[in-house]
């Protein structure tokens, strides 16, 4: 738990460093608000999860921005072995700092890539192995953090000074999660995320407008 605090105050001091210095150079506070829908498709079965997140685009009246936010991720699985006698369970939730690129194409509507790293702490995290023969129950808990690269594609809909984001990406994490598991799970996944988006433009000239 200390390390969860740890990282969200050098995070929020980070971002508040970064908006004084914006707001002396007259640019745009621009956060957004995000759900997801979590389908994770390495090994696993009978799997989905859910996300939200709270971002800030920096340099939004550029063409690129660079999106840095807090993340909090799910997973929820069932994986039934050699003819239902061995059933695995996960649960995994997971609090992450993205840092993601984004180019933006197109006047009103927009198109964007995105592309760029995650790194994920494990809130909690256990794997459930019950065998019905025997039946033994062995559970796991994880604590290691995790990191990777992810990619995605997306439109801004613009509504006066607000937008709704409609993106798709994939979540490539690195490492092995389980060490002990007769799956190789990685926390590796596609978002279908619905987001809301905010420009609080200032006196300069907003790339909206051009």
């Given at each position: 738990m200390?390390?969860?605090?740890f990282v969200l105050i050098?995070?929020?001091?980070t971002?508040?460093?970064i908006s004084?210095?914006n707001?002396?150079?007259?640019?745009?506070?621009?956060?957004?608000?995000?759900?997801?829908l979590n389908?994770?498709?390495?090994g696993?079965?009978n799997?989905?999860?859910?996300?939200i997140g709270?971002?800030h685009?920096?340099f939004n009246?550029k063409?690129?921005?660079?999106?840095?936010?807090?993340e909090?991720?799910?997973?929820?699985?069932k994986?039934?072995?050699?003819?239902?006698?061995?059933s695995?369970q996960?649960?995994?939730?997971r609090?992450?700092?993205?840092a993601?690129f984004?180019?933006?194409?197109g006047?009103?509507?927009?198109?964007?890539?995105e592309?760029?790293?995650?790194?994920?702490?494990?809130?909690?995290?256990?794997?459930k192995q019950?065998?019905?023969?025997?039946?033994?129950?062995?559970?796991h808990?994880?604590e290691?953090?995790?990191?990777g690269?992810?990619?995605?594609?997306g439109?801004?809909i613009?509504i006066q000074?607000?937008?709704i984001?409609l993106?798709?990406?994939?979540k490539?994490g690195?490492?092995?999660?389980?060490h002990?598991?007769?799956l190789?799970?990685?926390n590796q996944y596609?978002?279908f995320?619905?987001?809301?988006?905010?420009?609080?433009?200032t006196?300069r000239?907003n790339?909206?407008?051009r």
């Amino acid at each position: 738990m200390k390390h969860f605090l740890f990282v969200l105050i050098i995070f929020s001091g980070t971002i508040l460093c970064i908006s004084a210095q914006n707001s002396e150079q007259k640019t745009n506070f621009s956060p957004e608000v995000t759900l997801s829908l979590n389908i994770f498709n390495r090994g696993l079965t009978n799997n989905l999860g859910f996300g939200i997140g709270l971002c800030h685009a920096f340099f939004n009246e550029k063409r690129c921005n660079l999106i840095v936010g807090l993340e909090y991720n799910t997973l929820i699985s069932k994986t039934i072995f050699f003819t239902e006698d061995m059933s695995s369970q996960i649960f995994i939730n997971r609090l992450g700092i993205p840092a993601y690129f984004r180019v933006n194409m197109g006047k009103k509507v927009k198109f964007f890539i995105e592309a760029g790293a995650f790194c994920d702490f494990i809130v909690f995290a256990i794997e459930k192995q019950e065998q019905k023969d025997v039946g033994n129950k062995i559970i796991h808990y994880f604590e290691k953090p995790d990191f990777g690269i992810s990619g995605g594609i997306g439109l801004r809909i613009p509504i006066q000074k607000y937008e709704i984001l409609l993106k798709g990406d994939y979540k490539w994490g690195m490492k092995h999660l389980f060490h002990f598991s007769y799956l190789s799970v990685h926390n590796q996944y596609f978002r279908f995320t619905l987001g809301f988006k905010a420009n609080f433009a200032t006196k300069r000239k907003n790339f909206n407008n051009r």
